[in-house]
């Protein structure tokens, strides 16, 4: 049997938060296709606001693989805690020959060392999508953040 165009987006965004929940950040940039990638995270009241300054962006693929190397490298200073990701209402259309448009809602928990669990962050995903051979990939990925107070200086990937 084969996956809809849904599940299949659904998979890749349950194996997208699976990665950086377990610390395997060194496969975040295999999520993104290598010629034309985009990350980047926005607040909710620029966003609606038609103000396109992100919080925190990656416009290449070179940039994402520095984001993941100075985590790996334990370069980027931050509060160490444990992170799930909740990812809902997932919606996907594909819009012209291997390309998908897709979004959906993401909840961020943390819990401390401690073991105090407490919201992260809360949003959604606006994703430009590519089928490469068999595997998703990213174009773009904008994370709609709509929390305003934004702990660790967004050192881990959403």
């Known amino acids: 049997m084969v996956p809809s165009l849904q599940a299949r987006v659904e998979r890749f965004n349950y194996d997208y938060a699976d ?6 950040y060194a496969e975040w940039p295999d999520f993104f296709t290598a010629d034309a990638c985009d990350y980047r995270v926005v607040s909710r009241e620029n966003h609606d606001a038609g103000l396109p300054a992100p919080l925190m962006g990656c416009y290449s693929h070179g940039m994402v693989k520095d984001r993941v190397t100075m985590l ?4 980027l200073t931050y509060r160490d805690v444990n ?3 909740y990812i809902t209402n997932v919606r996907a259309d594909e819009t012209d020959a291997g390309a998908i448009s897709a979004s959906a809602n993401f909840l961020v928990m943390q819990s ?16 430009q999508m590519a089928i490469t051979g068999d595997r998703l990939r990213l174009r773009r990925r904008l994370v709609i953040v709509d929390s ?3 702990d ?3 050192a881990v990937p959403l």
């Open 72 to 75: 790996i490298k334990g370069t």
């Open 112 to 127: 401390d060392l401690e073991g105090n669990a407490s919201v992260y962050m809360v949003g959604r995903y606006e994703d």
């Open 148 to 150: 305003f107070s934004i």
């Open 152 to 154: 660790n200086m967004l």
């Open 83 to 85: 992170f799930r990701h």
């Open 19 to 24: 990665a950086l929940d377990q610390r395997r």
